[in-house]
Nanobody, 116 residues
């Protein structure tokens, strides 16, 4: 099994920055992704990182503002969020895939609120 725990959410002003963490434990994952869900909207993809290769992909809405990195020793993936906008307000989740094509493992989510 895989366990994922997000942390680092909070309240920030527009234009500010925040860094989220996703700590992974249990079995290895092929990739970890970040998703977010804003009030009244469907869950949306934010970005992902392949664990072994470090390949990173981003949604167009966050490209140039958000960055993903990993710390192998800590089994942790980070989401650095800069130039935050009110539209970024959402619950942010990290999710893992073992390589089957679906993200089957999910964290509990962490709230990010950006004030305008």
């Amino acid at each position: 099994q895989v366990q994922l725990v997000e942390s680092g959410g909070g309240l920030v002003q527009a234009g500010g920055s925040l860094r989220l963490s996703c700590a992974a434990s249990g079995r290895d994952v092929y990739a970890i992704a970040w998703f977010r869900q804003a009030p009244g909207k469907e869950r949306a993809f934010v970005g992902s990182i392949v664990w072994s290769s470090g390949r990173i992909d981003y949604a167009g809405s966050v490209k140039g503002r958000f960055s993903i990195s990993r710390d192998n020793a800590k089994n942790t993936v980070y989401l650095q969020m800069n130039s935050l906008k009110s539209e970024d307000t959402a619950v942010y989740y990290c999710a893992g895939t073992r390589g089957y094509g679906n993200y089957d493992y999910w964290g509990q989510g962490t709230q990010v609120t950006v004030s305008s």
